[in-house]
Nanobody, 124 residues
């Protein structure tokens, strides 16, 4: 059974930084895509960033390009999302996810395993 546990969320002011962590148990992240999604109140869950090919490849939505960085430590079976220059519109519950296939994907329904989420709140 794959379990993902996120941590690192919190309440910060606009312009601040946070680093989210996602630790996996039950299966290694190696060779599998790992992604971060977020869901703001009243909105659908959306893709934020993904890392695949053992971290050699990454992808981001335009809204976070240049501000967020996804990385992984395979030895610790942990994926990170470094979030810089945070904006109020980044406020959401952030989820990490991984899938059973090695191919890259962006869709919510493409991912099989999810963490419980961590709240990020950015005040203006």
């Amino acid at each position: 059974q794959v379990q993902l546990v996120e941590s690192g969320g919190g309440l910060v002011q606009a312009g601040a930084s946070l680093r989210l962590s996602c630790e996996a148990s039950g299966r290694t992240f190696t060779n599998y895509p790992v992604a971060w999604f977020r869901q703001a109140p009243g909105k659908e869950r959306e893709f934020v960033a993904s890392s695949w090919r053992n971290g050699l490849m990454s992808d981001y939505i335009d809204a976070v390009k240049g501000r967020f960085v996804i990385s992984r430590d395979n030895a610790k079976n942990t994926v990170y999302l470094q979030m810089n220059s945070l904006k109020p519109e980044d406020t959401a519950v952030y989820y990490c996810a991984t899938r059973s296939h090695i191919q890259y994907a962006r869709g919510v329904y493409d991912y099989d395993y999810w963490g419980q989420g961590t709240q990020v709140t950015v005040s203006s």
